[in-house]
């Protein structure tokens, strides 16, 4: 365990390996996306292309998050030095610590950000950009606007610091994510009970394609980001069948536009039209 912990705790100085977890990640479910689709996609030229587009967004992201990451360590740092938060004021363990930091930072960069990216209509201007897709897949998963991946950032601040977290919490927390959301993003078809006992605890992929579905109120809904107990005790769960689902905006943005990425990038500073509406077989 000590050994886990000096390994995670270390891990924010080693960007190469973190990006070893993402990449690994989107290869793995792409792959097998490919064997077992959840739905037939139709991309607008190749998968190659679409997955080049939202890939542009993820190296955006990536290189914010490293000057985000030397917060993240000051306000950890603090944290220890100072004795503030969760795990300090319960005199947590090892583990104590890590379930609750996954849980702080899972609800404040996870789910309650997400919610109020659809609640507050200035932020919601920079998240279309995310439900814009037309074909979720696991390229789709990291396609933010770099606004958003700011917002996120001090969401993410907020979790560290009501729990207090140590960086190697923080890392192990981070990993997961990455890999939660190449799952939950991917276009895989699971067995309908295996993916029901999933969502009773963490996001399964048919729960958060409910998300993407281009209708509300299936929109504002399901937000979790690795647990789904945020969405089932705050009233934000809904199910929907696969066969029923349909990506992308039924108003804000063309989704003809969904692989337009320089005009994905400006949207966000244009008058919304909400009078665009997508036609859906």
Known sequence: MDKLIQY??????HPLQRMAFLVSGLLFFWIIEGAIPLLQLSYKKTKLRHAAVNFS???????IHTFLA?????????????GFGLIYWLNANVWGTIAIVFLSLD??????????????PLLWRFHV???ADNN???TTG???HPIESVLRGLFFFAGILVSGAPMYAVMIFQTLLVLSTAFTHANISLPKSLDRALSFILVSPNMHKVHHHWKQPFTDSNYGAVLSVWDRLLGTFRKLEPGEIRYGLDRYYP????????????????KMNKDIVARKP
């Open 57 to 63: 967004f993820t190296v955006i992201h990536l290189v």
């Open 129 to 131: 950009i995310h439900h």
């Open 8 to 13: 995670f705790q270390s891990l924010e100085q």
């Open 136 to 138: 979720v897949d696991v």
């Open 70 to 82: 030397i917060l993240i360590i000051k306000i950890s740092d603090w944290c220890a030095a100072t």
């Open 107 to 120: 609800f404040f960069g996870g789910w309650l950000v997400h919610f109020t990216e659809h609640k507050i």
């Open 255 to 270: 989704n003809e536009k969904d692989e337009n990425f320089v005009q994905l990038m400006k949207s966000p500073f244009k």
């Open 142 to 144: 990291l396609r933010h």
